[in-house]
T-cell receptor, first 115, second 114 residues
């Protein structure tokens, strides 16, 4: 059971460089999310996609873009990386059914350092 | 709008002692509440969830939580701590709005002393 797979696991960038974080889930979930985790701040939502073909901003979207490539994949792009974007990034997914709220399933994270 | 406050960023207990991690929430709609655990260098794993119905919720690894609407609380407990419980714990709330967005607390680091 792969669940939610994130690549890469670690990355070091220089200020101004761009990169894309990849996320794929194999659970046939329709909703996907990107969070960042910083010490003492919990997880904060960057962007989410409630269903294939839709994306919406979360709490901290500035400096990021997303693409819901298909039902399985949801990527996060940093166009011009800044040191303030040094963080651990988590992707999550869930099956949104319209009846009740299901828990989100998380990947193992991407640890990103920007120098 | 919704928010979560976890009281105590660090909690330390002895092995075999009671674990109590506190969570208070604010939500303008009936809340759905979750506790997640994060072990070092890993993602978040669901411990338990409250949606509707019974207010005492049992989860994995012997943890349970009680939803108290009057106190807007959802505290996590375990009667007897084990060394393997050492991890960071996150309380989260969802208002059931579009996309089931979660709002997380800041986390509580649990240390278990031998």
């Amino acid at each position: 059971n792969a669940g939610v797979t994130q690549t890469p696991k670690f990355q070091v960038l220089k200020t101004g460089q761009s990169m894309t974080l990849q996320c794929a889930q194999d659970m046939n979930h329709n909703s996907m999310y990107w969070y960042r985790q910083d010490p003492g701040m919990g997880l904060r939502l960057i962007y989410y996609s409630a269903s294939e073909g839709t994306t919406d901003k979360g709490e901290v979207p500035n400096g990021y873009n997303v693409s819901r490539l298909n039902k399985r994949e949801f990527s996060l792009r940093l166009e011009s990386a800044a040191p303030s974007q040094t963080s651990v990034y988590f992707c999550a997914s869930l099956l949104l059914t319209g009846t009740g709220v299901q828990p989100q399933h998380f990947g193992d994270g991407t640890r990103l350092s920007i120098l | 709008a919704q928010s979560v406050t976890q009281l105590g960023s660090h909690v330390s207990v002895s092995e075999g002692a009671l674990v109590l991690l506190r969570c208070n929430y604010s939500s303008s709609v009936p809340p759905y509440l979750f506790w997640y655990v994060q072990y070092p260098n890993q993602g978040l794993q669901l411990l338990l969830k409250y949606t509707t119905g019974a207010t005492l919720v049992k989860g994995i690894n012997g943890f349970e939580a009680e939803f108290k609407k009057s106190e807007t609380s959802f505290h996590l407990t375990k009667p007897s701590a084990h060394m393997s419980d050492a991890a960071e714990y996150f309380c989260a709330v969802s208002g059931g709005t579009s996309g089931s967005r979660l709002t997380f607390g800041e986390g509580t680091q649990l240390t278990v002393n031998p």
